[in-house]
């Protein structure tokens, strides 16, 4: 994992390299990669998610997202990037280290989605392995917290991969799907000893 610069000294923005990934924030020349592959991805993504709203794929919408992360990153209160595949630039999905604490906690959120056609293919796997090494070295955050619903196996599958550790449930814990749903509690910390590499499918 490394960090690099992308574009000139007009386009000051970072992204985080991975094994075969690359994540960095949202820029406005997102909007059709995003828009497409969130549209396409809607019934797949909708049982993981809170509920869209109704202008969510719009341009204006997207405009009012990208000064949110904007200003998130500037007060140090997330870090929001896309997912792209390093071959071609396509993108395939998101995460976030969100709702940061820093002081006696110096713990971060994570939060992820990926595109319906690049599903269980590793991308995620990778970019989490990444954004976690990022926010350790980094960030320098002590804690990444993370939550998935207690039936998404493949989300479980990720995380403890990844060095995640379960630490409980949390009941009614995020509204998701128009429904208050519980949830399994993970987390891993910066003195976890560093997952061993698993071997991705290669698509």
Not at 97 to 126: D, E, H, I
Not at 167 to 191: K, M, V
């Amino acid at each position: 994992m490394a960090l690099f610069r992308l574009g000139g000294p007009a386009e000051p923005l970072h992204a985080i390299r991975g094994e075969g990934v690359y994540l960095r924030p949202l820029e406005p020349r997102d909007f059709a990669q995003w828009v497409s592959l969130r549209e396409r991805s809607r019934a797949f993504l909708a049982p993981w998610e809170p509920t869209w709203p109704a202008d969510d794929l719009t341009k204006s919408a997207f405009r009012r997202r990208l000064r949110r992360h904007g200003d998130e990153i500037d007060r140090d209160e997330a870090y929001p990037f896309l997912i792209f595949r390093e071959a071609d630039g396509v993108l395939v999905g998101g995460l976030t280290l969100g709702q940061v604490r820093r002081g006696v906690a110096q713990t971060v959120t994570l939060g992820y989605w990926m595109g319906a056609p690049f599903a269980g293919q590793g991308y995620m796997s990778r970019a989490v392995r990444s954004a976690a090494t990022y926010a350790f070295a980094n960030l320098r955050f002590h804690r990444i917290e993370a939550a998935c619903l207690p039936h998404n196996a493949p989300s479980i599958g990720l995380l403890e991969r990844n060095g995640f550790q379960r630490e409980g449930i949390a009941r009614s814990y995020l509204r998701i799907n128009g429904t208050w749903q519980d949830h399994l509690l993970f987390a891993r910390l910066d003195s976890d000893p560093v997952p061993l590499r698993t071997r991705l499918p290669q698509r």
